[in-house]
Nanobody, 126 residues
């Protein structure tokens, strides 16, 4: 079974940056896609980004339109960690951010994931 632990959240001013980290353990790190989701207060959990190793080498990534060009997902197999670098943050990015692993269906649907971290709060002030 995979366990996920997020860190790196906090309070930042609009226009600033944060880097979230998700440490994975319990299975071979390269075996499964890893994703970030977020859940603003009172709203549903939404897809942010996903990364998957490519059989041709390197990794594939996919982003929600709302974060494309501002957020970057990456993974370090040696550290069993996936990162989310968030730049040019806006108050609309305020949410609890969750790491998720090994989807059974669509990579962008929260319903496809059974393995989640505990979440880390990101608050962007205007």
């Amino acid at each position: 079974q995979v366990q996920l632990v997020e860190s790196g959240g906090g309070l930042v001013q609009a226009g600033g940056s944060l880097r979230l980290e998700c440490l994975a353990s319990g299975r071979t790190f390269s075996d499964y896609p890893l994703a970030w989701f977020r859940q603003p207060s009172g709203k549903e959990r939404e897809f942010v980004a996903v990364t998957q190793w490519s059989r041709w080498g390197g990794s594939m990534t996919y982003y929600a339109d709302s974060v494309k060009g501002r957020f970057t997902i990456s993974r370090d197999s040696a550290k069993n960690t996936v990162y989310l670098q968030m730049n040019t943050l806006t108050p609309e990015d305020t949410a609890v951010y969750f790491c998720a692993a090994d989807p059974s269906g669509s990579y962008t649907s929260a319903d496809s994931y059974d393995i989640w971290g505990q979440g880390t709060q990101v608050t962007v002030s205007s």
